[in-house]
């Protein structure tokens, strides 16, 4: 069992890299039950992946289901680090959260979170390793509640709005934070060592900014997060 400092720290780095890629590449799936991969690079070396996928309840049904797994392979001060995470989020038909899962294991430690949304508050329930804790965030009046924070620009197109702000719950700290999200316009950015115009997106919140770049089809090409 790795110590709780360097958990905490590869936790903190993991979630930058991987949150990122399970808020966000939801959004590029375009046929139902249709899977997405993605690799995870640190300094050009692969350390991992992600795969994710989002399902409709029925034909007709008035909310889908997105899962996602993500595992990392690295090192922190000499140190090998393993850390697996999957998360099940049920949402309605406008793509807002009902409820979420998100489970997270390394070192031999597991750590499950649930959430319930309501429209007022959300209702967390932590099970840490066999600790359990329960806690009520409430939501801003007025604040609009997402599970990812692009989908406006995939359902509405890029020209629907240059910035807006959401709310995202982050599970690895049970807070709800506030993201800004900006289209800054055309850009190159190389991809597999050439060279591919995209549109760039910038998400900011408290911790740091995310850039993810789509493709005309509004499809994600890339996603930079900083550790």
């Known amino acids: ?3 709780e400092s360097i958990l ?3 936790k903190t780095m993991a979630h930058r890299v991987l949150a990122s890629l399970i808020l966000f590449a939801c959004s590029m799936l375009i046929a139902w039950a249709e899977s997405s991969f993605f690799g995870i690079y640190l300094e050009g070396q692969k350390v991992g992946y992600s795969v994710m996928r989002q399902e409709r309840s029925s034909p007709d049904g008035d909310w889908d289901i997105a899962y996602s797994e993500s595992f990392l392979r690295t090192a922190l001060m000499g140190t090998p680090v ?3 995470i999957t998360s099940r ?3 309605d038909a406008k793509g807002r959260p009902l409820t979420m899962e998100y489970v997270t294991e390394s070192g031999g430690r597991r750590q499950t979170v649930n959430a319930q949304f309501e429209a007022s508050v959300i209702r967390v329930k932590i099970d840490n390793n066999g600790s359990t804790s329960e806690r009520t965030l409430t939501i801003p009046e007025g604040a609009r ?3 990812d924070a692009t989908s406006a620009l995939v359902l509405e197109g890029p020209s629907a709005s240059t910035s807006f702000r959401v709310h995202v719950l982050d599970p690895t700290t049970v807070t709800l934070l506030e993201n800004e999200v900006t289209v800054r316009g055309k850009r190159s950015v190389q991809i597999g060592g050439r060279s591919v115009e995209a549109t760039l997106v910038e998400v900011r919140d408290v911790r740091a900014v995310t850039r993810i770049y789509y493709n005309s089809k509004s ?3 890339k996603i930079e997060a900083p550790l």
């Open 219 to 221: 499809e994600v090409l």
């Open 8 to 10: 905490n720290v590869i």
């Open 1 to 3: 069992m790795f110590p």
């Open 89 to 91: 989020t049920r949402l």
């Open 82 to 84: 393993e850390m697996r």
């Open 145 to 147: 509640v997402v599970d």
